[in-house]
């Protein structure tokens, strides 16, 4: 304790000087959106490549899985082909339609950093505007809905993960489309919990919930299943759901660019400023 002592007060000024740095720096960057902004994005590019170094080691831990998961998605792929198809040779007339054309994009990337046990949760990817990623497009897995995409660098991406306190998604009971908005519970990176949903709706245990059109999610997209129901006073049911994306397990995603998104919200922000 005596030497401590003697080395503070030989280091006293050099020790001021850098609480003093480190409170002028801190006061810099809250109070000036692009010192801040700059900082964020330097410390994301950091933090990724020591997240990437620490993945590259890990992933062989997982390999064996995430090849199950991959050859399980193929699988899904090549029966939706058309080569998968039995050819009777039985011809019908047939009208070519062309009002159909692609609406989203899907792009590749890898989990490199992840955690499950906190109130509010994020995923890192190893995709940012170097693979055309922008805030806020949505993230889902070959088993379903991962999270939105809350900040970018250049090589990197941080996603604000289903299992997050701030994440509320519009989804449905597939079997007879009643909608609400699907939480976390807080409880079981497992589990999250279906609201709004009429107390006359017809649901039963193992019914498939997935995304509606309203959500920045595709369609359809897998959430999970029912695994409980109860009652929320006289109006709604309170209803569990297993999520379908094991996000104590997860290596690769797919972030989904919605190519009508920008046309659609232009529209929605000029109705609603004409309406005012």
């Not at 245990?205 to 959500?215: C, H, M, R």
């Not at 922000?269 to 005012?276: F, G």
């Amino acid at each position: 304790m005596r030497n401590f002592i003697l080395i503070i007060r030989k280091y006293n000024f050099f020790i001021v000087f850098l609480l003093l740095q480190g409170l002028s720096m801190y006061l810099l960057i809250n109070n000036n959106t692009y010192q801040r902004e700059a900082v964020v994005s330097t410390s994301n590019e950091v933090v990724g490549e020591i997240y990437s170094a620490y993945s590259d080691v890990t992933d062989y831990l997982t390999l064996g899985i995430t090849n199950r998961l991959l050859a399980e998605e193929n699988a899904r792929l090549r029966r939706a082909d058309s080569t998968s198809f039995y050819d009777s040779d039985f011809k019908l007339m047939k009208v070519n339609d062309t009002i159909g054309f692609q609406q989203y994009e899907y792009i590749t990337a890898k989990v490199i950093n992840n955690s499950v046990t906190k109130v509010n949760n994020y995923i890192t990817l190893d995709a940012g505007y170097n693979k055309g990623v922008r805030k806020d497009m949505s993230v889902i897995s070959s088993n379903g809905v991962v999270g939105i995409v809350k900040d970018v660098s250049e090589h990197f991406c941080t996603v604000m993960s289903m299992l997050n306190s701030k994440t509320r998604i519009s989804t449905m009971i597939k079997k007879n489309g009643y909608f609400g908005s699907t939480i976390w519970s807080g409880s079981s990176p497992m589990m999250a919990n279906l609201l709004d949903i009429p107390s006359h709706a017809k649901v039963n245990v193992g019914d498939t919930i997935v995304t509606t059109s309203f959500s920045i999610y595709p369609k359809n997209i897998m959430v999970g299943r029912v695994a409980e129901i109860g009652t929320s006073g006289e109006s709604f049911k309170e209803i569990k759901v297993r999520l379908s994306t094991d996000f104590q397990n997860i290596s690769y995603v797919y972030i989904v660019r919605d190519i009508l998104k920008i046309e659609r919200d232009t529209l929605e922000a000029r109705t609603v400023a004409n309406d005012q």
